[in-house]
């Protein structure tokens, strides 16, 4: 059944959303600007292989491993002590005077300064290991806080109890209270005087944020140049926060199986695939937060020890290029006194480091079961395609078209793994791989003059003002990316995002945001070299509008959605219930104020229904009220459709109503002509609408495509992609047009708009 959007609609159903402004700057959250991790870290680990028996001789030990297996000249300089470094009692963690953890003097008998200076000699860099929080041994004792007035109890908070792995014992530190700062200052002090120049906190989640930006603030200021990591498995919802205060951050538990025979799981194996093949899907779902300054850590690297480490060597190469292909820190958790020859001959291939150097991380463009693919265009304009094969039994020919991996035409292929040079190659690839086998090659795109006509199309076309709707839910979706190479468009508006009974936003108000098929589908738009609109509303479900209680509550449930994509253009498509309240509509404007401010070139759409003579009152009053309270809106959409009396002249009445929304907002913002027409949009219907009568034609769509070509309008666009097609033996108004057409028709006359 087509979903009802008119204003009279008394019949629920999903709607169309969707306008789409024209040409706007990307918003990227901004990465941490300490000067650190330009590139992703290379170095070892001591957690999965010495794990919790750490001494000075172990790491001295594998820091001349490093240097004398040649691993330092192929980039590997961080030797990290991480864990069980420090000394306990029964009541937590021995503290110094200042109420700070101590090393254990057995284990480290020349301390940790001793330590970091042998790493030095080396050329190498110093890694550290700590958590957040304070020890309850310097609550006890109230010990001062160096250089202050303060003691331990004056910041602690006793009530909680901080996550740590080792003495256990930490209690959360009341950053509100004068002292707190102070103490971690002290502590990025001591840190930076024993030559630390990696910090690992670990044990983090969303409740430590203020932990976090603590310790931001204090290595900057500690007069030493520190790389900041974060652990582990910290929420994605978050990753803005992370890639502003650090520069690196785990995605995920421990990489590490635990089914070793020593004590804790410890010893061989130090992993198995399923704690490997895990990190496909993470490292999909983060990639949009990834760049020079801030990494996505999918954990240790275990490529070194040969099989004993729970892993074939075809699972080891997979292991590997999914690691570079993420542009993850290379951080090696094997004994490196004992090198395997194959495993060394891997890590010394300078062609593979230097795809996780080259500082982008990769887009999954094929997700299909155990056929994986992901791809990354590098500065230099070349492409790097990985294909694995990540099931356990079992060839599989993995495919991947061009287009999908990026651009379109042929490719000049070389094998990253073998050095082997394998020619050009029209359209597509294949491997056929064994069970846990990968490929890895860089594409050089040659004949790049000789693009299709639907590229050339795009080319042409303002991408983000034809982004038709389509919806994955039901209708029969076809694949997008198959959609832009039939019609050259390159986004999409996809909806709709909704509450999922609270203030919190999930696709359809029940699928999360990320790490679902709605991420892979916008992973594979953007592979293809596109991009989306995410449209928060609609007609049917709980709206956010309504289950948040505020301004400031709607604004971070719209920022979760703006942060999950990293979206350019957000559309709020405010109907039914939320249209019809005039304190919901305030809302939504303070909402978008907010995020406005929030997120530097965002552009907001707000869609809704319309008169054929333009918005009705309620339309009005929310453009008025936009205007009056200071909302920079980038594009008014009205959806002209559902207008009664089985209307022929669609085309027509879509110009009428636009005339009247241009007039409206002319009027609210004391814009000219030019400027309000670039400030409104239309969302139209294709084929039969809700209406008994109402077809929208494909002669309609030639005069709406006529009108913005003449007025330059901010979106043109319609409902839906899912409905561009004949109906054949069927009449699913979801899934068809109800008149006849070639398949696209609609899209192929929008996607001539030229802005």
Request: hydrophobic share 35%; proline share 4%; aromatic share 10%.
């Amino acid at each position: 059944m087509i979903r009802i959007r008119s204003l009279a609609a008394t019949v629920a159903g999903l709607l169309v959303a969707a306008a789409v402004p024209l040409m706007g700057t990307a918003h990227t959250a901004a990465a941490s600007d300490n000067g650190q991790s330009v590139r992703p870290a290379m170095g070892w680990s001591s957690w999965s292989f010495v794990r919790r028996t750490p001494t000075e001789a172990k790491i001295r030990a594998q820091a001349d491993a490093l240097v004398s297996s040649g691993l330092k000249d192929h980039g590997f300089v961080y030797v990290n002590l991480d864990d069980f470094w420090q000394k306990c009692d029964s009541n937590g963690f021995v503290v110094d005077n200042y109420g700070r953890w101590t090393a254990d003097s057995a284990k480290f008998p020349g301390g940790i300064k001793a330590l970091a200076d042998y790493v030095h000699s080396k050329g190498l860099k110093f890694g550290f290991y700590v958590t957040p929080g304070i020890a309850k041994n310097a609550v006890t004792r109230n010990t001062p806080i160096e250089g202050t007035s303060y003691h331990a109890k004056d910041i602690a908070d006793t009530s909680k109890t901080e996550k740590n792995y080792n003495c256990k014992n930490m209690y959360y530190i009341d950053y509100s209270k004068p002292g707190a700062q102070e103490f971690v200052n002290s502590w990025a002090r001591q840190f930076a005087s024993w030559g630390v120049d990696y910090l690992k906190i670990d044990g983090v989640g969303s409740q430590d944020v203020p932990d976090v930006q603590a310790w931001d603030k204090a290595l900057r200021a500690s007069g030493r140049p520190i790389n900041f990591a974060l652990s582990n498995n910290l929420p994605i919802a978050d990753a803005t926060t992370w890639r502003k205060l650090a520069n690196s951050w785990r995605t995920q538990g421990d990489v590490e199986c635990y089914c070793g025979p020593g004590s804790n799981g410890s010893g061989y194996p130090l992993t198995d695939w399923s704690h490997v093949s895990a990190r496909f899907n993470t490292a999909a779902s983060w990639q949009p937060h990834a760049g020079p300054g801030g990494w996505n850590d999918l954990d240790s690297l275990e490529v070194g020890n040969g099989d004993q480490v729970g892993l074939t060597a075809d699972q080891r190469r997979s292991h590997f290029t999914l690691w570079v292909m993420a542009a993850s820190p290379l951080l090696l958790g094997t004994d490196l006194t004992h090198l395997d020859s194959v495993d060394k001959a891997m890590l010394t291939n300078d062609r593979l480091t230097g795809v996780d150097q080259d500082g982008v991380a990769a887009k999954r463009v094929v997700n299909s079961g155990v056929k994986q693919v992901f791809s990354k265009r590098e500065n230099s304009g070349e492409y790097v395609v990985a294909l694995f094969n990540t099931g356990t039994s079992g060839n599989a020919t993995v495919s991947v078209n061009w287009s999908q991996g990026g651009f379109t035409g042929s490719g000049d292929v070389t094998d990253l793994w073998s050095g082997a040079h394998k020619g050009v190659i029209a359209d597509s690839y294949s491997a056929t791989l064994r069970p846990g086998e990968t490929r890895l090659v860089r594409v050089k795109p040659v004949n790049s003059d000789n693009v299709s006509a639907a590229s050339a199309t795009t080319a042409a076309a303002p991408g983000m003002a034809v982004a038709p709707y389509e919806y994955l839910g039901w209708g029969n979706p076809q694949n997008p990316t198959s959609v832009m190479s039939a019609t050259g468009v390159k986004w999409f508006t996809l909806a709709f995002v909704l509450s999922d009974g609270t203030c919190n936003p999930k696709w359809d108000g029940s699928r999360p945001l990320t790490s679902g098929s709605d991420q892979s589908t916008i992973n594979a738009i953007r592979g293809a070299g596109g991009d989306v609109v995410v449209s928060v509303g609609g007609w049917s479900g709980a709206k956010l509008g309504e289950k948040c209680s505020s301004a400031a509550k709607l604004a971070g449930a719209y920022q979760k959605v703006i942060d999950a994509y990293r979206l350019k253009v957000i559309d709020i498509d405010i109907e039914n219930t939320e249209w019809s309240n005039a304190t919901v509509r305030q809302r939504v404007v303070d909402a978008l104020k907010t995020v406005k401010a929030d997120n530097p070139g965002l552009k907001t759409v707000i869609t809704f229904g319309t008169t054929t003579s333009g918005p009705d009152s309620t339309g009005v009053d929310m453009i008025k009220r936009a205007a009056n309270s200071g909302l920079a809106n980038d594009v008014w959409c009205i959806m002209p459709f559902d207008f009664g009396g089985g209307s022929t002249t669609m085309g027509t009445l879509t110009t009428r109503a636009m005339e009247g929304l241009k007039a409206r907002v002319k009027s609210a913002y004391g814009y000219s002509d030019a400027s309000a027409y670039a400030h409104i949009g239309l969302s139209s219907m294709n084929g039969r609408t809700d209406d008994s009568g109402e077809r929208v034609r494909v002669a309609d769509f030639k005069t709406m495509l006529a009108y913005a070509q003449q007025h330059h309008i901010g979106r043109l666009t319609y409902w839906s992609v899912n409905r561009d097609r004949a109906c054949g033996s069927g009449t699913d108004g979801d899934s068809c047009s109800g008149v006849p057409q070639q398949p696209y028709d609609y899209l192929k006359v929008f996607t001539q708009y030229t802005g």
